[in-house]
């Protein structure tokens, strides 16, 4: 089995914990560069230590891509909080209005955090929460979302293994030893 990059060599790839339940992938999103709209996809090449192939954040050209630090590769929130915030009537909000590039359903992304995971032959590590910012409230214009998508606003990841991900892939913890 690989290891894994950048300190992270006790992560075996194969390795799923049996207990942890996986979920899915049900979005896939890219934006060409900062403010652009995003893209829906049904796949995507996912490069290893950059992120989503034609994403701002691979390119550099995010609007937070000169910040330092992990987790800017790829972000990813989970369809359950989206529909939390449409079913509380705080805010009109639809999955790629939130900006991010992955959409999960049915796995509790802080869970993930300090953790690889596969989503389909990817592997992802969860560097940090993915707090809402006003950047997102004012491009689209929707006043309370800041604070709506607070403690809910999805995962920061760095890509370890590249490849392709697909609508519907799984989405299983790995183990560390």
């Known amino acids: 089995m690989a290891a894994a990059r950048g300190g992270r060599e006790d992560i075996r790839w194969g390795s799923v914990a049996s207990m942890d339940r996986g979920g899915r992938l049900v979005g896939i999103y890219t934006a060409a560069g900062r403010g652009a ?3 829906a996809r049904s796949r995507a090449r996912v490069i290893e230590g950059r992120g989503l192939a034609g994403d701002r954040y691979a390119a550099g050209a995010g609007t937070y891509s ?3 630090g992990s987790g800017r590769a790829v972000t990813l929130i ?3 909080a989206v529909r939390a915030l449409v079913d509380e009537g705080r805010v009109t909000l639809a999955e790629h209005e939130t ?3 992955l959409v999960t359903e049915g796995i509790d992304l802080p869970d993930l955090i300090g953790r690889a ?3 389909g032959d990817v592997v992802l590590y969860g560097a940090r929460p993915c707090p809402p910012c ?3 409230e004012r491009l689209l214009d929707r006043p309370g ?3 709506a998508l607070a403690e809910r606003g999805g995962l920061r990841a760095d890509v370890v293994r590249g490849g392709t991900v697909e609508l519907g892939a799984a989405i299983v913890p790995l183990t560390t030893s």
């Open 66 to 68: 000169a910040w330092s």
């Open 99 to 101: 900006r991010r590039n």
């Open 145 to 147: 979302l800041w604070r």
């Open 78 to 80: 989970a369809r359950e």
């Open 134 to 136: 006003g950047y997102l």
């Open 37 to 39: 709209a995003m893209r």
């Open 117 to 119: 995971f596969r989503v």
